[in-house]
């Protein structure tokens, strides 16, 4: 739209080659004036193509129409100058201070330098060259900004989406990794008290119908950003877990000492924490401590051999937590304990 605006300085260019030349000297200044008119536009469209170098070589071919266009125009050939100027400010707006001011000194200076011609400074003619240039060059700062602005939404909206894949990852995986392995080992003992105990047994197997229930519910809560997981529910759950591994548990009673905000996160790092016991520990003893500003989780397995504890600190399931931890402004300790064992903890 506004590439073609500017087609009206031409026109006004037109008008003066009607008042300063007849017969022959006018029909050249409309034919210079037409052909500036046709360059600009193909030059414009070059420019938008991002075809730099036809549209410089149409731009000095537009700077020698507007100097042919002097002896037929006289100060109104400075129109076309407006058209040049302001295509520098759009296009070529590195150089577009430099070109307005030469433009409005010549606008103002070579009508009055030139006797023949009876006129002084083209003052409007310069008026209009620097004005024409800073709404030119305003318009394509807002231009700018504006193609900036969508360019940033979709970063944002990009950033948005790749952190919701992770966290519904993250999830998933802290989610699943526990009602997993909580079946896995329910199971295992469901068919270890078959034969001498089927009552027990069927418990058992009723526990991981409800565990299946559960984690089916787990997963439309990950999915659907819903999920709730808290301290209380996670210790209770842990306890159950280790029970049926054969894992003797020494976990706190209650979490009253823990503020309400940082329950949830402490919730996470329990789950992960005795999840990664029960797959990777091979213990027999298994403590969580809880404080106020922090968690910790250690076992007497095999957590020094690159088996157990090592295995799980290099696994998605912590560098999960990390990130949450991270995200709450805590750190993470985990690694092998001496002479056997591992250690999670979780400071805020």
């Not at 989406?161 to 080992?185: F, K, M, P, W």
């Amino acid at each position: 739209m506004l590439a073609n605006g500017m087609l009206v300085y031409p026109g006004l260019a037109a008008a003066g080659v009607s008042q300063y030349a007849h017969g022959a000297g006018a029909v050249a200044g409309y034919v210079i004036v037409s052909v500036f008119g046709a360059v600009y536009l193909a030059a414009a469209a070059a420019m938008a193509a991002c075809r730099q170098r036809q549209s410089t070589a149409l731009l000095g071919v537009m700077a020698a129409l507007f100097v042919a266009a002097l002896p037929f125009a006289h100060e109104d050939a400075f129109f076309l100058a407006t058209v040049i100027v302001a295509f520098f400010a759009v296009f070529r707006r590195r150089y577009a201070s430099h070109a307005m001011v030469a433009g409005t000194l010549a606008a103002l200076l070579v009508p009055w330098a030139v006797r023949p011609w009876n006129s002084g400074p083209a003052v409007f003619q310069a008026l209009a060259l620097f004005f024409t240039a800073l709404v030119a060059g305003a318009f394509s700062e807002i231009a700018a900004t504006n193609r900036a602005l969508v360019a940033a939404r979709a970063e944002v909206a990009r950033l948005a989406s790749e952190a919701e894949r992770n966290r519904i990852a993250r999830d998933l995986h802290d989610l699943l990794g526990h009602s997993l392995t909580a079946i896995t080992v329910k199971s295992r003992l469901a068919q270890r008290l078959t034969p001498k105990a089927p009552d027990e047994a069927l418990a058992e197997m009723a526990a991981v119908e409800g565990l299946s229930r559960q984690a089916l519910a787990d997963v439309r809560a990950a999915v659907s950003g819903y999920r709730e997981v808290t301290l209380a529910a996670e210790l209770a759950r842990g306890r159950e877990l280790l029970r049926a591994a054969g894992v003797v548990a020494d976990l706190p009673t209650t979490t009253e000492m823990v503020a309400a905000a940082d329950r949830e996160l402490f919730g996470w790092v329990v789950r992960e924490g005795l999840t990664n016991v029960v797959r990777h520990a091979r213990a027999t003893r298994c403590t969580v401590a809880v404080t106020a500003s922090s968690v910790e989780i250690g076992d007497d397995g095999v957590g020094d051999d690159g088996v157990g504890g090592a295995a799980a600190g290099n696994g998605k399931g912590l560098t999960g937590l990390r990130e949450r931890v991270a995200a709450a402004g805590g750190t993470v300790e985990a690694g092998p304990l001496d002479p056997h064992g591992w250690r999670l903890r979780v400071a805020l």
